[in-house]
């Protein structure tokens, strides 16, 4: 019996030595991509702004706020163009012509962008929900899904552009120029998705407070983006696509693939999420040179007022 007993015991300390100190190189399976990223075009950049009926008011605060913090300075040689990408029927919504008038004419956004667009995404009301569900304890957002993915897809966006940027309204700027900062991110080397990790998390709770925030810019027109886009739709739904990529970078089942692009989710301090937390705009000031943008509705201190 005590023989049996130290066999056992044995056979687990050399297996275990066997997983971790033994030089096991046959064991490591190395594969390669699949699928290649493309090289940039030297196409512009497209600023999409995804909204709702319900944040107009975001928007025409943002539009006075480009007065005091224009989007670019006068020697500017980028290429941008803006879409406003709104949720519903656009021309059923701005029967008057009001909004469209207010956008078309602003004087910062025609002096920086190429061209200012609209376009509807004409969701159904079940396509366009938004809510946190206490059930799954997680949010459940087809309406934004549907805003983001469908953009990948669109040829126009596809053919025209290397980047996306996403700039829902409640993004607002803390830096004058922040077109051109963001414009200059992506300058430099090719990448899928750079963005702000979570800025107000005090302490991690789940993996998804490193996700990075959906307010960044993106890569278009890259069949192998395009094919995680899909994958993370399909597997997590109707998550917040934020997440969902996270979620889908850090999944086990999918490392073996998703290690070739992890160097192209880059973390950046261009722009700062802070959710639905109160920031200080003095302090992202002092302690951020780099930053020029900020998501969150609880802004203090905005100081055109
Ligand atoms: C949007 O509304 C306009 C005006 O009511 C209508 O003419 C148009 O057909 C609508 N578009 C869609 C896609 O429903
Ligand atoms: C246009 O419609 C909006 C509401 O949809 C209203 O607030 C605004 O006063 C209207 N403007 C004109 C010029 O009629
Ligand atoms: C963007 O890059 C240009 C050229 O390198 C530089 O002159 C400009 O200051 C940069 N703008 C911002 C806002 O970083
Ligand atoms: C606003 O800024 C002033 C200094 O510029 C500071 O004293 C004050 O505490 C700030 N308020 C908030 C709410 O951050």
């Not at 699949?34 to 196409?43: D, G």
């Not at 963005?195 to 959906?214: E, L, M, P, V, W």
């Amino acid at each position: 019996m005590k023989r049996l007993f130290h066999s056992v015991v044995l056979v687990l300390l050399l297996s275990l030595l066997y997983e971790h100190y033994f030089p096991n190189y046959w064991k490591v399976q190395v594969t390669y991509p699949e699928c290649m990223p493309l090289r940039k075009r030297n196409l512009p950049l497209l600023v999409v702004v995804p909204f709702t009926k319900f944040d107009w008011n975001y928007l025409e605060n943002n539009l006075r706020l480009y007065a005091s913090y224009p989007p670019c300075s006068c020697n500017f040689d980028g290429t941008v163009d803006i879409l406003f990408w709104f949720h519903r029927n656009w021309t059923e919504w701005d029967r008057n012509g009001t909004a469209s008038n207010l956008l078309f004419e602003s004087e910062p956004l025609q002096s920086c962008f190429r061209s200012i667009l609209i376009d509807s995404a004409n969701l159904e009301p079940n396509e366009d929900l938004y809510y946190y569900s206490f059930l799954k304890l997680s949010h459940i957002s087809p309406g934004t899904c549907n805003m983001f993915y469908p953009l990948f897809k669109k040829n126009f966006i596809r053919n025209g552009y290397d980047y996306l940027f996403i700039m829902e309204p409640d993004v607002s700027p803390i830096r004058p120029f922040w077109l051109e900062a963001v414009y200059n991110e992506t300058k430099g080397k090719e990448f899928y998705h750079k963005g702000s990790i979570a800025q107000y998390a005090k302490r991690i709770i789940t993996q998804h407070d490193y996700h990075i925030n959906g307010n960044a810019l993106y890569r278009v027109g890259d069949p192998c983006f395009d094919n995680i886009l899909e994958t993370a739709q399909m597997e997590y739904k109707d998550a917040p696509f934020d997440g969902a990529l996270h979620a889908l970078r850090m999944n086990k089942r999918y490392h073996s693939w998703m290690r070739y692009y992890s160097h192209l989710f880059v973390y950046s301090d261009f722009i700062l999420n802070f959710g639905d937390n109160p920031f200080s705009e003095q302090l992202v000031l002092n302690k951020w040179p780099n930053t020029f943008l900020v998501h969150g509705k609880r802004r203090w201190n905005i100081s055109s007022q």
